[in-house]
Nanobody, 116 residues
Framework: QVQLVESGGGLVQAGGSLRLSCAAS????????MGWFRQAPGKEREFVAH????????SYADSVKGRFTISRDNAKNTVFLQMNSLKPEDTAVYYC?????????WGKGTLVTVSS
């Protein structure tokens, strides 16, 4: 089992920045990938970004490219999402995701609200 705990959400004005963190614990020794998804009110959950654990190779949704940066701290089993130039349409619950031994794990989510 893998447990994921997100932090860093909150309320920010458009154009501002936030940094999300997600700490993984449990059976993390074969971590393949960690990342972020988000779900806005009335919409389906969508991919935001992920990072390959061994190589650090990132991947981003087109909607956040150039504004969001994903990074990791292998020693602390933690992934970060630096979000800059935030827009009202970025408002959502952000969920951390981890792929370990082919199993997908989810955090409980952290709310990001961007006011116009």
């Amino acid at each position: 089992q893998v447990q994921l705990v997100e932090s860093g959400g909150g309320l920010v004005q458009a154009g501002g920045s936030l940094r999300l963190s997600c700490a993984a614990s449990g059976r993390t020794y074969s971590m393949y990938r960690m990342g972020w998804f988000r779900q806005a009110p009335g919409k389906e959950r969508e991919f935001v970004a992920h990072i390959r654990w061994s190589s650090g190779s990132p991947s981003y949704a087109d909607s956040v490219k150039g504004r969001f940066t994903i990074s990791r701290d292998n020693a602390k089993n933690t992934v970060f999402l630096q979000m800059n130039s935030l827009k009202p349409e970025d408002t959502a619950v952000y969920y951390c995701n981890a792929i370990v031994d082919g199993i997908s794990y989810w955090g409980k989510g952290t709310l990001v609200t961007v006011s116009s």
